[in-house]
């Protein structure tokens, strides 16, 4: 049974940062992308950031490229999101998701297979 378990969200300033980390279990998972969503009260799941199963490539939604880092350590089956520079249009909930087939990247909600809970991130003005 994979799971994933998002944590690190919370309510900062506008030009804060915080460090989202997401936990996974159940499966192998450095044979798999692991990516970021994000979706605002009304709007639809959009994406955020990707990376793939050796940490060789990444990719980023462009309003947040400069801003959000994403990284994984394969060793503790765990993926990060350092967001910097925050701003309001930020707010949202934040979900971190595991690839459809191995050694697979993408940057669409159907790249992805397993979903964790999500967490609130919200940028106060």
């Known amino acids: 049974q994979v799971q994933l378990v998002e944590s690190g969200g919370g309510l900062v300033q506008a030009g804060g940062s915080l460090r989202l980390s997401c936990a996974a279990s159940g499966r192998t998972f450095s044979s798999y992308a692991m990516g970021w969503f994000r979706q605002a009260p009304g709007a639809e799941r959009e994406f955020v950031a990707a990376i793939s199963w050796s940490s060789g490539n990444t990719y980023y939604k462009d309003s947040v490229k400069g801003r959000f880092t994403i990284s994984r350590d394969n060793a503790k089956n765990t993926v990060y999101l350092q967001m910097n520079s925050l701003k309001p249009e930020d707010t949202a909930v934040y979900y971190c998701?595991?690839?459809?087939?191995?050694?697979?990247?993408?940057?669409?909600?159907?790249?992805?297979?397993?979903w964790g809970q999500g967490t609130q991130v919200t940028v106060s003005s």
């Open positions: 998701a595991t690839g459809r087939y191995t050694f697979d990247i993408g940057r669409k909600p159907e790249n992805y297979a397993y």
